[in-house]
């Protein structure tokens, strides 16, 4: 079966570094997406992205935060320079299409620790 | 501003019992509500998704509801196992938001 597939699975980074995550959404999906869980909270979302734009954001999405599509395949997520308050998991999220009718599939996350 | 609520925030129950996890949102204008399991520290699996249109969707010992006008879903779960120990979370899309919102899940523990 089809599945987002995330790495690392486990990333441990210092404070004010650059850290890049990774996603492979599934092949003949077009909307791909990142959310974050902090410890204990709610998932949150972050950015959407289509047709190599960024469709939507959210106020967490400041300047720190960026997302490229860097070829056919790969969705990733780049922290300029991290806080502590990053710490999260990081997930990924495809779709095929937008709408009512369309199931939103998750990657394993990547745990970010920010030290 | 969408709110997703889970009531409850966990629950326990021996293994058997059919059970049922309960989320409301404050915007009724949803394109779909959608229901995950998320184990400790792992990702999140989906398990059904019900349009705004359906009223519900069954998966295995699994249906799920929706009451679109009054802002309700319910997960049924039915005879319960202890490999269904995991939270569930549900979430919701709403017309001209591309995002889901979550609710902040039910921990659900069943015991052999």
């Known amino acids: 079966e089809p599945e987002v597939t995330q790495t690392p699975s486990h990333q441990v980074t210092q404070m004010g570094q650059e850290v890049i995550l990774r996603c492979v959404p599934i092949?003949?999906?077009?909307?791909f997406y990142w959310y974050r869980q902090i410890l204990g909270q709610k998932v949150e979302f972050l950015v959407s992205?289509?047709?190599?734009?960024?469709?939507?954001k959210s106020e967490i999405f400041d300047d720190q935060f960026s997302v490229e599509r860097p070829d056919g395949s790969n969705f990733t997520l780049k922290i300029r320079s991290t806080k502590l308050e990053d710490s999260a998991m990081y997930f990924c999220?495809?779709?095929?299409?937008?709408?009512?009718?369309?199931?939103?599939?998750f990657g394993q996350g990547t745990r970010l620790t920010v030290v | 501003k969408q709110e997703v609520t889970q009531i409850p925030a966990a629950l326990s129950v021996p293994e058997g019992e059919n059970l049922v996890l309960n989320c409301s949102f404050t915007?009724?204008?949803?394109?779909?509500l959608q229901w995950f399991r998320q184990d400790p520290g792992k990702g999140l699996t989906s398990l059904l998704l019900?349009?705004?249109?359906?009223r519900e969707q069954t998966s295995g010992r699994l249906n799920a509801s929706l009451d679109k006008s009054s802002g309700r879903s319910t997960l049924y779960i039915a005879a319960s196992q202890p490999g269904d120990s995991a939270t569930y979370l549900c979430?919701?899309?709403?017309?001209?938001?591309?995002?889901?919102?979550f609710g902040a899940g039910t921990r659900l523990t069943v015991k052999p």
């Open positions: 019900i349009q705004s249109s359906q």
């Open positions: 915007d009724s204008a949803i394109y779909n």
């Open positions: 992205f289509y047709n190599n734009e960024i469709s939507e």
């Open positions: 999220a495809s779709t095929l299409e937008d709408g009512g009718g369309t199931e939103a599939f």
């Open positions: 979430a919701v899309r709403t017309y001209n938001n591309n995002d889901m919102r």
């Open positions: 092949s003949n999906h077009l909307y």
